[in-house]
């Protein structure tokens, strides 16, 4: 699929792991899964008055367009601008917004554990509160979870996927990240700091507890839901940088806290003896002897 990169954006060229196809690992047992009837949608907002109710109101119509029943808890994690009155007044024209609070201690990780605890869907994408990611990929990723898998990654360093005004310096240190975290875990996953992914409920129950309270929340949960033995498959998504407001993610303050997230995950790779991999779903009844 192509990417929607426009003309005269400035744009990162797609990188194209390995022979360019899907980067899937085990196929899911499609006979086996359960039938998906609700999407949450998860979004972590600090401080994003100037642009939270249009992500609300653009992811809101796409799926709204799409058929797809959901919901959008956003969890307001300690703003002190307006965020919280904007929302709180959007869900009064828009039901399907389901407003948190984080009443504290404060962090992107804990924020969105929060929205975790909350939501009632049978699958979830954790997204982005600046429109950086564009809700006609949160349609890909449901129909993708549709298909049986029980995660789905975007990827936008692949063929089809694309980046549109990413800061030069945050791209160089997400690259040697994530060329590190692939090598490590022999995986061909290829933007896995991301926080842009799609899980069924099974998932997250499979992946706690959750420690990451900040950024590295973006690596435990995909790596963990690898390690731990579900499914999952990679999509090429875009991302455009945010146009109000100031991002959150220090570099220099995570390194650590990432770097102690990976080890942490890879020491359970390797180490655990597969104490917290997923038991083996049951064969269908056709395939009983």
Not at 208 to 232: C, D, M, Q, S
Not at 239 to 253: F, M, P, Q, V, Y
Request: with cysteine; hydrophobic share 40%; aromatic share 10%.
């Amino acid at each position: 699929m192509p990417s929607d990169i426009p003309t005269g954006s400035t744009a990162v060229a797609a990188e194209q792991p390995g022979d360019g196809g899907p980067v899937t690992a085990r196929q899911p047992a499609a006979a086996t899964t359960r039938e998906l009837r609700k999407l949450s949608v998860v979004i972590p907002a600090r401080d994003e008055e100037g642009c939270i109710v249009s992500t609300v109101e653009h992811l809101h119509l796409e799926l709204r367009m799409q058929g797809i029943p959901h919901e959008i808890v956003v969890v307001d994690d300690g703003s002190t601008d307006s965020t919280w009155r904007l929302l709180e007044q959007t869900a009064g024209r828009i039901s399907e917004l389901a407003p948190v609070q984080n009443p504290g201690p404060h962090g992107f990780g804990r924020a969105i554990q929060r929205g975790l605890a909350a939501f009632t869907g049978d699958a979830v994408v954790i997204m982005m509160a600046d429109e950086s990611d564009d809700a006609r990929d949160v349609v890909r990723y449901w129909r993708k979870l549709e298909e049986g898998w029980d995660c789905v990654f975007g990827s936008r360093f692949m063929k089809g996927g694309g980046v549109i005004d990413y800061p030069r310096v945050k791209l160089f240190f997400n690259r040697l990240a994530n060329w590190f975290v692939k090598v490590l875990f022999r995986i061909r996953l290829n933007d896995t700091t991301n926080a842009f992914k799609a899980y069924r409920r099974e998932v997250i129950q499979g992946c706690l507890p959750i420690l990451a309270p900040h950024f590295n929340i973006t690596v435990e949960l995909p790596l963990k839901a690898i390690v731990r033995g579900y499914t999952w498959t990679v999509i090429p998504i875009t991302w455009r940088n945010r146009r109000t407001g100031i991002a959150k993610l220090k570099i220099r303050e995570m390194g650590s806290r990432y770097f102690f997230i990976v080890a942490y995950v890879w020491l359970e790779k390797y180490f655990s003896r597969g104490d917290y991999r997923r038991p083996d779903p049951p064969a269908p009844p056709d395939a009983v002897a």
